[in-house]
């Protein structure tokens, strides 16, 4: 289904071109210059995110999803990208990601993107109160080396909620979930007591805790 998509919007920027007049026939508009957006790409290691392309031409016109562009990576040990566009991050640092047009090479534009590594994890409620047969949701938030908020999600830090690992040290007090769509969900038993939540990024070892009380 991606490589049809992608194919999709290879046709669509072509036909755009090819009906702007960019063929010849006397038509002296011509591609001005290209941009990537975001501008500021902030990531977590581990995770994979999409550079667009837009190019500009003589007339004003801007075209969004450009696609007839190469891709390269300054470092692809931190990150690398592929011929569509989406760059992996592979360690902590930063890396130059350019997009050339295929067309005029002399044409490119870049950006840096920044990988940030996990250095904690939180546990919202950090303690709850449930009675038996009731449920509670956690939600976990992932503390980055970098505090520029990501260019690709409306919060920072993010809710890594469906990412981490989710454990219960006593299932008999609660269980909890590991499902898309209940991630985080907690389910109390039919035993009184307590028991700690843990949220594992597994990439990392790095966990968060919270406690849960059923009565």
Not at 70 to 78: A, G, K, M, N
Not at 84 to 95: D, E, K, L, M, N
Not at 154 to 160: E, G, Q
Not at 182 to 208: E, F, K, N, R, Y
Request: one cysteine or more; glycine letters at 8%.
């Amino acid at each position: 289904m991606k490589k049809r998509a992608v194919s999709l919007l290879i046709v669509l920027s072509l036909l755009t071109y090819a009906l702007a007049g960019f063929s010849g026939c006397g038509n002296t508009n011509s591609l001005t210059k290209i941009f990537l957006l975001p501008t500021v790409p902030v990531f977590a290691k581990g995770t994979t995110n999409q550079l667009t392309v837009s190019a500009v031409f003589t007339n004003g016109m801007i075209v969004p999803l450009w696609t007839v562009v190469t891709w390269e990576s300054s470092d692809p040990t931190v990150a690398t990208v592929s011929s569509t566009g989406f760059v992996a991050g592979i360690r902590t640092g930063t890396a130059v990601i350019t997009a050339k047009d295929s067309g005029h090479p002399g044409i490119t534009a870049s950006v840096v993107v920044n990988i940030t590594d996990l250095l904690s994890i939180t546990i919202n409620p950090a303690s709850a109160i449930i009675s038996t047969g009731t449920s509670t949701q956690f939600t976990a938030t992932g503390i980055y080396s970098a505090d520029t908020p990501s260019a690709w999600s409306a919060t920072w830090p993010p809710d890594i909620t469906t990412t981490v690992t989710w454990r219960s040290s006593d299932t008999d007090v609660a269980d909890i979930k590991n499902i898309l769509g209940s991630s985080g969900l907690a389910t109390a038993g039919s035993t009184t007591g307590a028991t700690t939540i843990t949220a594992i990024d597994l990439a990392t070892g790095i966990t968060g805790t919270a406690t849960l009380a059923v009565f």
